[in-house]
């Protein structure tokens, strides 16, 4: 057997019981911008994507990061990591709230998994500073937000655990792939169209000038008639 899949056998009862209570509950009553899934292989790491609320500058974002949770939960805390940029969040650090590993003794073994995430979401939106937090513009974050999707598609995780997200992410760039196609199509010929009717325009004052130059030469050439009789 692999050590991977065997990984949840080694978890505690106590843990792979809660955690699983946790997922369930997860399921019936979703928390709003959130969701999490834990790994087939091991119970005791999970992944949750955040979507960037409205009103913030992380609106549009997809943010991809994951709970390891310790062999003694619900007793002791799990660590938080994010790994998708955000401008927020230090990527693949070890995140310091009072809700992660960082602090055990603030650490509350009613809370679950829901109230972990509801606390990440919540910090997420302020401007507290703290270890593995980083300071960045709105325009910043906004940029960030907008690069979100592509960058999860190139982990094999968030595709294999997100499918629907992941599916929704690539429908996203072809649409606006085609659009900007059918955008630039729309350009060149207009660009083009305005290419010929300058060399139309050029054509017809280069008619008129042959015409003004032709009335001009048979104007010369009467008036040298009349002056020779």
């Known amino acids: 057997m692999s050590r991977k899949s065997s990984s949840v056998q080694r978890a505690p009862t106590t843990a792979t019981q809660r955690l699983k209570q946790d997922y369930l509950r997860l399921k019936k009553d979703p928390i709003p911008y959130v969701t999490a899934e834990p790994l087939p292989s091991n119970i005791l790491e999970w992944h949750y994507l955040v979507l960037g609320?409205?009103?913030?500058?992380?609106?549009?974002?997809?943010?991809?990061?994951?709970?390891?949770?310790?062999?003694?939960?619900?007793?002791?805390?799990?660590?938080?990591?994010?790994?998708?940029?955000?401008?927020?969040?230090?990527?693949?650090?070890?995140?310091?709230?009072?809700?992660?590993?960082?602090?055990?003794?603030?650490?509350?073994?009613?809370?679950?998994?829901?109230t972990i995430l509801t606390g990440l979401l919540s910090f997420m939106v302020e401007d507290s500073a703290t270890l593995g937090s980083i300071e960045t513009s709105h325009y910043t974050k906004r940029q960030l937000a907008?690069?979100?999707?592509?960058?999860?598609?190139?982990?094999?995780?968030?595709?294999?655990?997100?499918?629907?997200?992941?599916?929704?992410?690539?429908?996203?760039?072809?649409?606006?792939?085609?659009?900007?196609?059918?955008?630039?199509?729309?350009?060149?010929?207009?660009?083009?169209?305005?290419?010929?009717?300058?060399?139309?325009?050029n054509q017809s004052n280069l008619v008129n000038l042959v015409i003004v130059a032709g009335v001009a030469l048979f104007a010369l050439a009467v008036n040298s008639v009349i002056q020779s009789l």
């Open 146 to 201: 907008l690069q979100s999707g592509p960058f999860n598609l190139k982990d094999s995780v968030f595709c294999e655990l997100f499918p629907g997200v992941a599916k929704e992410i690539r429908a996203s760039m072809n649409a606006q792939t085609t659009s900007q196609t059918t955008n630039a199509n729309v350009k060149n010929e207009q660009q083009s169209n305005a290419a010929n009717e300058r060399e139309r325009d």
């Open 53 to 114: 609320p409205n009103d913030t500058p992380y609106f549009g974002g997809i943010y991809h990061g994951k709970l390891v949770f310790p062999r003694e939960f619900p007793f002791r805390p799990p660590s938080i990591y994010m790994i998708t940029p955000s401008g927020r969040f230090k990527c693949n650090t070890r995140l310091c709230l009072s809700i992660s590993d960082f602090h055990p003794d603030t650490w509350n073994p009613a809370w679950s998994v829901g």
